[in-house]
Nanobody, 114 residues
Framework: QVQLEESGGGLVQAGKSLRLSCAAS????????VGWYRQAPGKQRELVAT???????EYAPSVKGRFTISRDNAKNMVYLQMNSLEPEDTGVYYC????????WGQGTQVTVSS
């Protein structure tokens, strides 16, 4: 089991950057996959980026080249660096982990104004 807590969301103008952080309650190298999902108003939750322990990171086509997922295993942290933000990036961003089950944080709101 793992608890996840996001931080770093907020209101930002289009074209600017934000960095989201996710603190995990256990060693993240023990997690099969960590990642970020988001949910816009009236839409389903969608994958933003994932980082498996083995294999390549995966990004949604809409964020590729603008967002970067990273891990700090020593601090049990997962980050999402978001550059060149667009109003379409607005939503609640959730940290995700998978090990013998799926785990989610409570979410952090990101609002991008035009």
């Amino acid at each position: 089991q793992v608890q996840l807590e996001e931080s770093g969301g907020g209101l930002v103008q289009a074209g600017k950057s934000l960095r989201l952080s996710c603190a995990a309650s256990r060693d993240i190298f023990t997690l099969n996959i960590v990642g970020w999902y988001r949910q816009a108003p009236g839409k389903q939750r969608e994958l933003v980026a994932t980082s498996p322990n083995v294999g390549n990171t995966e990004y949604a086509p809409s964020v590729k080249g603008r967002f970067t997922i990273s891990r700090d295993n020593a601090k049990n942290m997962v980050y999402l660096q978001m550059n060149s933000l667009e109003p379409e990036d607005t939503g609640v961003y959730y940290c995700y982990a998978r090990i013998f089950g799926e785990y989610w944080g409570q979410g952090t709101q990101v609002t991008v104004s035009s």
